[in-house]
């Protein structure tokens, strides 16, 4: 056959094996895509559920706590209560959405570069 086509019978080993690693690869992209999709999905569904936690704590503290504010009466408790709202809402803040995670130390690192080689090609360093 490689007699027909004019090729040697290494040129058409090569062009086998890839033909053979070609769907291999499409199939590693596609999995990859999912699970980015699905990692999205769930990174959606935590921010949804932490709107939706703050309002309730929200709606709670202030229908329920600040209508039985009394003149001052119970200052204490509703300052503690209040704190308590706060601290849950920064404890899942935090939990959703990572602040010092391994995402925002790489954009922070290619910021730098970006900086240093903006600097770089300027001629002025710092």
Known sequence: MAAVFEISTDELEKAIEQAKHLPLQEDANAAKAEAQQKKAV???KSIKYFYAFSAFLLAVFVLFMLLNYNGGENAGPLIVVFLSFVGLIAALAV???????????????????EQQSDKQG?????
């Open 42 to 44: 769930e990174k959606v």
């Open 95 to 113: 939990a959703v959405f990572k602040p010092f995670g391994k995402e925002w130390e790489k954009a922070k690192v290619s910021k730098v570069l």
């Open 122 to 126: 300027s001629g002025t360093e710092y």
